[in-house]
């Protein structure tokens, strides 16, 4: 049996089964016939002869341990193998053989015990690891997170990206918005004290201003708002009479803010404002406040008629008393009105001399 071995190959002799030696690059003979059997392997990635233990390959040959990289991956770590320094893939097993011949590979360990190393290893290694190794946590701008270790508290994360090893403890991060928030409540309908039924659209805005402790005794928490809200606006309302609310919007307003504030910290938030946007009617009583709007508003158009009425009936009468006391002045207002008659005629033509006579006694 004539074998011949590259120069980028290597060879394994083997009889009758057994490993016997490693052959490199030439021209080997051997005796199938007496049980010998030549593996050739090419000399590049992961070493694939699995008929004989490594710890006798590494041993026995000092060529070959020359020509290979053993990589023993220790309990709780995990390995990235490099080729000529770039991250190529990850080596979860415990033992690994690479030829390290025309590649030059390299091994990384990576200490997974403590969760937090994770963020040393780099971007780089990490793509390279699947996501079932580790957790990556991002806190955007406004948010904070708050970090468990096995459903423990452990501290506050700040805006960034986090990496954290899942191999020793399970790791669990809660993220809270403590950006301004707005909460609407449209149509709540609220009986006042004079038993009509009125719908109030209320707008309020709050924030998150203890994170840990809303996390560990609130669910739930904008429901929980809603409804703190809903309780305080009935708590004022059903005090009073329609006519009453309608006069103090601003009031119901105010105070609303003002009770909402005293209940804030039960809730862990921050109230920044809270106002009413709408008070609606039914439609009957809309109706019928409509029709005596209306009414209101005639009866003051015509208040206001009757008094400019008055004034000019008075203005007239002083007029009056001026004129038969001065008769300069009762001269001067009927030119007056002859001026006023000669500006709206172009021409004048008259037939008899009657109207003459009296234009001229008018003159003088």
């Not at 406040?289 to 009757?306: D, G, K, P, S």
Request: glycine content about 6%; proline content about 2%.
């Amino acid at each position: 049996m004539k074998i011949q071995i590259n120069q980028n190959q290597c060879g394994f002799l083997l009889k009758d089964g057994c490993f016997v030696k490693t052959l490199y690059s030439g021209i080997h003979r051997y005796i199938k016939a007496m049980g010998y059997e030549v593996v050739v392997e090419d000399m590049e990635g992961m070493v694939e002869f699995d008929k004989a233990p490594r710890e006798v390959l590494l041993k026995e040959d000092e060529i070959f341990a020359g020509k290979v990289l053993s990589i023993r991956i220790p309990e709780g770590h995990i390995g990235i193998l490099k080729e000529n320094g770039v991250a190529r893939k990850i080596l979860p097993e415990a033992e690994y053989l690479y030829w390290n011949v025309w590649g030059r590979y390299t091994a990384e360990l990576l200490d997974m015990r403590e969760p937090e190393t994770a963020n040393q290893a780099g971007k780089a290694c990490l793509a390279q690891i699947p996501q079932k190794y580790y957790k990556k946590i991002e806190i955007q701008p406004g948010e904070l997170g708050i970090l468990y270790y096995n459903n423990q508290v452990v501290r506050e994360l700040e805006t960034g990206t986090y990496y954290y090893w899942l191999y020793s403890k399970d790791v669990l991060c809660r993220v809270v918005d403590l950006k301004t928030k707005p909460l609407e409540i449209s149509g709540q309908e609220i009986l006042t004290a004079d038993r009509i039924g009125i719908r109030i659209n209320l707008m309020c805005t709050y924030r998150v201003v203890n994170p840990r402790a809303m996390i560990e005794n609130i669910k739930n928490l904008e429901n929980q708002v809603y409804a703190c809200v809903q309780l305080v606006i009935r708590e004022y309302v059903g005090r009073y009479r329609l006519d009453e609310l309608l006069q103090q919007k601003e009031e119901i307003s105010q105070f609303i803010f003002k009770r909402l504030k005293e209940a804030e910290k039960d809730y862990c938030i921050e109230f920044k404002s809270a106002g009413i946007k709408d008070i609606i009617l039914p439609g009957e009583i809309r109706d019928i406040m409509n029709t005596v709007l209306v009414a209101e508003r005639r009866a003051q158009a015509n208040v206001i008629t009757r008094r400019e009425e008055v004034a000019s009936t008075r203005s007239l009468l002083n007029t009056a008393k001026l004129m038969d006391e001065n008769k300069t002045l009762y001269k001067l207002k009927e030119m007056e009105c002859l001026e006023r008659i000669c500006a709206q005629v172009g021409n004048i033509q008259v037939g008899g001399g009657a109207l003459l006579e009296q234009l001229k006694a008018l003159v003088g």
